[in-house]
T-cell receptor, first 114, second 111 residues
Framework: GQNIDQPTEMTATEGAIVQINCTYQ??????LFWYQQHAGEAPTFLSY????GLEEKGRFSSFLSRSKGYSYLLLKELQMKDSASYLC???????????????FGKGTKLSVIP | SAVISQKPSRDICQRGTSLTIQCQVD?????MFWYRQQPGQSLTLIAT?????????ESGFVIDKFPISRPNLTFSTLTVSNMSPEDSSIYLC????????FGPGTRLTVL
């Protein structure tokens, strides 16, 4: 099974930088995903890491260390619209289904304040 | 990436009834998945929808309660049967791929 941990809530100031951490324990690792979810909406794909290192995409960056079972999502130049839940998800092999599947952390609720 | 649509987008249903949710992908995909997100919770996988064979259900979910169809590589349905208020959730369809995307979700409220 999987064990995915991320902070429950974070607060940051508009214009600042915030780092949301995610640790995981799993077997058959096949990638780590970050999603953004605004209240009442479906999750929106942000990033996918399968190799160690940093992936940068505009204001958002995601880092992965497979040996440490650790990832973070970095949000720069925070805007009020970034207030949302951020979900860390690990993809690994579901031997029962014979396919790779995502398991989600509980999400981090980020509040951006003026 | 394949675009996913779902319908209905939302529904309000009476206890004891059933609702079928449709998921359409605009290109052929190997695997499709159904997730549930209960209020204030994260996403939980219900089952993997396999084309040409029975769906594979996760622990805590059974076919009688959540029958799934996958008639081809672009379409799947999830039925929530004999509903109770505890089934009030957002139901999300997803497909496999390097970048795994979700449909817009179906918000179900059971009275």
């Amino acid at each position: 099974g999987q064990n995915i941990d991320q902070p429950t809530e974070m607060t940051a100031t508009e214009g600042a930088i915030v780092q949301i951490n995610c640790t995981y324990q799993t077997s058959g690792f096949n990638g780590l995903f970050w999603y953004q979810q605004h209240a009442g909406e479906a999750p929106t794909f942000l990033s996918y890491n399968v190799l160690d290192g940093l992936e940068e995409k505009g204001r958002f960056s995601s880092f992965l260390s497979r040996s440490k079972g650790y990832s973070y999502l970095l949000l720069k130049e925070l805007q009020m619209k970034d207030s949302a839940s951020y979900l860390c998800a690990v993809r690994d092999l579901n031997s029962g289904a014979g396919s790779y599947q995502l398991t989600f952390g509980k999400g981090t609720k980020l509040s951006v304040i003026p | 990436s394949a675009v996913i649509s779902q319908k209905p987008s939302r529904d309000i249903c009476q206890r004891g009834t059933s609702l079928t949710i449709q998921c359409q992908v605009d290109s052929q995909v190997t695997m499709m998945f159904w997730y549930r997100q209960q209020p204030g919770q994260s996403l939980t996988l219900i089952a993997t929808a396999n084309q040409g064979s029975e769906a594979t259900y996760e622990s805590g979910f059974v076919i009688d309660k959540f029958p799934i169809s996958r008639p081809n590589l672009t379409f799947s349905t999830l039925t929530v049967s004999n509903m109770s208020p505890e089934d009030s959730s957002i139901y999300l369809c997803s497909h496999s791929g390097n970048e795994q995307f979700f449909g817009p979700g179906t918000r179900l409220t059971v009275l």
